[in-house]
Every structure is written in C-alpha cells, then in structure tokens.
C-alpha cells in the first residue's frame, strides 16, 4: 500500500516504509515537508527504487524480534538497508527500523532485560552525541516517547549518541544513516492511540495505562516542541548532506 504526501516546492524524495498504517507518522509528516522533501509512506512494502530515495525512514512496528527474523518483509527491508549503508545513502530508523538498521550493519537485537517498557523517559547525549545535529547546542536531554521489548547492539564502526536508564544504547550513526531506539517522532494524539493499543496486549512496562496517561501523555505535550527541533536539526543535516554529495538518483519510479 502506498500513501503519497506533496508538499509544494518539494526537493527531495523521502520514502517511509511502515509494518502498520494506524503507527502514523506524528511529527515526523510535516517535519520532512517542512525540509521539502516529498513522502511515500509504504504499508508494509518495499520497492526496488527505494534504494535511490533520497532518504528512507523505517518506522517501528508491533513485531519482537523472533517475529522479525521469520518476516519475509522485513528481510527485505533489511536487504534495502544493507545497500543503502553500501552506498552511503540517508537512513533513519526509529524503534524497530533502527534495530534492523543494527542488524544490516552488523549489530544484533538483543531483548532488554528490564522487559517491555512504554511511557516518557529521558535520552542523554554522549560526548560524541553532543557533536552530531540530533543533540546539538546546549541541550542535556531529550524527553521522548519509549515503546518496545527489544533493544539493539552498535554495529561496528558506528556512533553511539545517546543513552537512558533504562538502556545504554539508545540512538548511534553510521555514517549517513541514524538508529534511534526512541519514538522521537510520537506527538500527543499519537501517543494516546498507542496508549489504547498498549492496553489491548498488556504490555505495558509494569504500569498502568491509566498511570501512564496521567503523568507521561501530559508530560510530552510540553516537551514536544523540542523534540521537533531535534527533528528539524536532524533533517536538515541531511539536506546538507544530499546537496554536498549530490548522489546519482537512479531510476525514475513510475
């Protein structure tokens, strides 16, 4: 299933592949127009030119890891990152994207051992992570969105950006590519829905929806409008990168 979003003047083709529709897209949608970049949300699909996309977002989606290993669509999201990294092009996963973005790098997804976790928690940028756009400036933290069992390894040669609590890695780069662990693009209607999903499996990190929804729903609609600038920072190095390295386009979609 594809989806199209047009912004005027675009300049650039993002494409976004989701294992599920009702996931949206939340801050990420008018962050990437707002980049000028053209969307093509893709619903659980691949296509052979998403490979020459000037960038590919791969969102998080419901599967564990044992589930992702046995997903014939996920192997095949895996496969396009593998040349995406080959050929240096612009990636960010998020959640479950940045875990097969650990794997097509050579990392592994191990479970977290502290079990399922969902709520707002703060991420700690790391030496490193202080230099790259997602954390640049004074800012010490950001409070983001947390859903999911599983967890990821760095992959050899790249960048670990930043940490929790609850886990040591929770964002790395390699090369022109970002693995962020964190819903940094969950805004507070999409997190709502996401509370109402999570209370129809139970996995809920040990809290209540109720709880969650009380103090951590609130607590991101004040945060929020930093989590879109780190998005805009983010986005806009790529941009820089796309216009400095201006790399072969590929074949035309139909």
């Avoid at 009380?214 to 929020?224: E, G, M, P």
Wanted: proline share 5%.
């Amino acid at each position: 299933m594809l989806v199209q979003l047009r912004g005027q003047g675009a300049e650039f083709r993002a494409v976004v592949i989701q294992d599920e529709l009702s996931l949206g897209l939340g801050l990420l949608e008018p962050a990437l127009l707002k980049a000028r970049f053209s969307v093509e949300r893709r619903i659980h699909g691949v296509e052979a030119e998403d490979a020459h996309a000037d960038l590919l977002v791969v969102l998080g989606g419901s599967l564990t890891t044992p589930e992702a290993e046995q997903s014939v669509f996920l192997t095949r999201v895996r496969n396009l990152l593998e040349r995406r990294l080959a050929d240096a092009r612009p990636v960010l996963g998020i959640c479950l994207g940045a875990q097969l973005l650990s794997l097509a790098g050579g990392g592994r997804i191990p479970r977290n051992r502290a079990g399922p976790l969902l709520g707002i928690a703060p991420v700690v940028p790391t030496a490193e992570g202080r230099m790259d756009s997602l954390f640049r400036g004074p800012l010490q933290r950001l409070d983001v969105v947390h859903w999911h069992e599983d967890v990821f390894e760095l992959p050899p040669r790249s960048v670990r950006l930043a940490s929790s609590r609850a886990c040591a890695n929770e964002a790395f780069r390699l090369g022109n590519a970002w693995g962020l662990l964190f819903h940094l693009q969950a805004d507070f209607e999409q997190f709502n829905r996401w509370l109402q999903l999570a209370a129809a499996t139970g996995k809920t990190g040990g809290r209540t929806v109720e709880e969650i929804r009380s103090y951590d729903l609130w607590r991101l609609r004040a945060v929020q409008r930093r989590n879109e600038q780190a998005l805009d920072r983010l986005l806009g190095e790529v941009v820089r990168t796309l216009k400095a390295n201006e790399l072969p386009d590929g074949p035309t979609p139909a």
